[in-house]
């Protein structure tokens, strides 16, 4: 019997990194799967979560938009007449401009996706685990969210956005049995740090990545994936409003 078995599931950002490691153990953990991305290979990850003796659907949508985020909502209910879980994860890192070259379009773009689109993911979802008196939420934060560090700004400021956005929904969600958490990864060799990645193999200094870190070394996405299971699953029933790090330790250093 699977951790999540027979639960309807739906994760954004699963075409990559942490989404697809995500969307692949959970597949394998009993999920009706519906894995969301903007990018076309959502499709891949739904056919190797099938091989793999998984249900899962993928969709082509972006988490930013509301009228996308009802769709992907209403396609769980409407496969699977219910919604279990969801995990709000995709997002954008925005890059590393310098304060003064950054433009209000800039700023928007990266909220829009990283801030509004978890935001948007608990409006609609919300509702129908209000109406089961149960369900799991989940978004993607990150440690540049709980302390400072080398992201952009834009970046870390929707991450800290994700953190409060969560504990107040965790509050506002009070007596109705649906619990909310935040995963806040700190550096994952992913899609999104693949030029952190490619550069330092190309200098010759990959050994250093991950120096800063207790561990010595950055996270893989199934790191995440594992987090995020439990948390979605009903292990952690008692565990609600809370922006848990997954870094190796970087944010207690
Ligand atoms: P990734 O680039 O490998 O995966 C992100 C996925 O999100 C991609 O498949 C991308 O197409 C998708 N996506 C982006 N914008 C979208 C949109 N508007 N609609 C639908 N899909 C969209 O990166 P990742 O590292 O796996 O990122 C997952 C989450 O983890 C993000 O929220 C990111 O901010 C967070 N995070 C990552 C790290 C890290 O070091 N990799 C650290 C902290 C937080």
């Not at 935001?119 to 919300?126: E, S, T």
């Not at 800063?212 to 565990?239: C, H, I, W």
Request: proline fraction near 3%.
């Amino acid at each position: 019997m699977g951790r999540l078995e027979g639960k309807s599931v739906i994760i954004t950002g699963a075409a990559s990194g942490i989404g697809r490691a995500a969307a692949l153990l959970f597949a394998a953990e009993g999920a009706k799967l519906i894995a969301v991305d903007r990018a076309e290979a959502v499709h891949d990850t739904a056919e190797q979560a099938r091989q793999q003796g998984g249900t899962a659907q993928a969709m082509i949508a972006d988490a930013g938009s509301e009228d996308d985020v009802k769709a992907m909502i209403a396609k769980a209910i409407a496969s699977h007449g219910r919604l279990d879980a969801l995990w709000a994860n995709a997002g954008i890192s925005g890059g590393l401009l310098p304060l003064a070259e950054q433009s209000v379009e800039h700023w928007q773009d990266v909220l829009r996706i990283n801030l509004i689109g978890p935001f948007l993911a608990i409006k609609h979802a919300m509702p129908h685990m209000i109406a089961q008196g149960a369900g799991a939420l989940l978004c993607t934060a990150s440690v540049a969210g709980l302390k400072a560090g080398a992201s952009g700004h834009p970046y870390a400021a929707s991450k800290a956005g994700v953190i409060s956005l969560v504990q107040t929904t965790a509050y506002s969600l009070s007596g109705t049995g649906v619990r909310i958490n935040a995963i806040c990864p700190g550096l994952i060799e992913t899609g999104m740090t693949k030029p952190v990645f490619d550069g330092a193999r190309a200098r010759g200094t990959e050994h250093k990545i991950g120096q800063l870190n207790p561990l010595k070394r950055a996270g893989q996405p199934r790191e995440l994936a594992t987090m995020g299971l439990f948390l979605l699953s009903d292990e952690a029933s008692y565990v609600n409003g809370q922006a848990i790090a997954v870094d190796g330790g970087l944010s207690a250093s």
